[in-house]
């Protein structure tokens, strides 16, 4: 099986700073993309931000200059760097993987168990 655990949400005013991190962990024989989703109150999860085993990287136009994303692949582990966090960025935020199973030939996708970010004005 594989595990996506999230840590580093929590309170935060607003214009500061939180770093949230995902580690997958289990058979893992490799993995291709690694996201951050989130989730407000009654509205639909979106994409935040996304990269790939090569190295791209992809931002949500509500985000862009403000959230870094990045992975460590020695440790399956993804980071989002958040910076200037607005009221508006309170969500639930989701880390999502695309990982081959050590055990399998197929892609599947792993949601981890989302961290809550609450950022106050």
């Known amino acids: 099986q594989v595990q996506l655990v999230e840590s580093g949400g929590g309170l935060v005013q607003a214009g500061g700073s939180l770093r949230l991190s995902c580690a997958a962990s289990?058979?893992?024989?490799?993995?291709?993309?690694m996201d951050w989703y989130r989730q407000a109150p009654g509205k639909q999860r979106e994409l935040v931000a996304g990269t790939i085993s090569g190295g791209s990287t992809n931002y949500a136009d509500f985000v862009k200059g403000r959230f870094t994303i990045s992975r460590d692949n020695a440790k399956n582990t993804v980071y989002l760097q958040m910076n200037s966090l607005k009221p508006e960025d309170t969500a639930v935020y989701y880390c999502f993987a695309q990982v081959r199973a050590s055990y399998s030939t197929t892609w599947r996708g792993y949601w981890g168990q989302g961290t809550q970010v609450t950022v106050s004005s």
């Open positions: 289990g058979s893992i024989f490799s993995i291709n993309a």
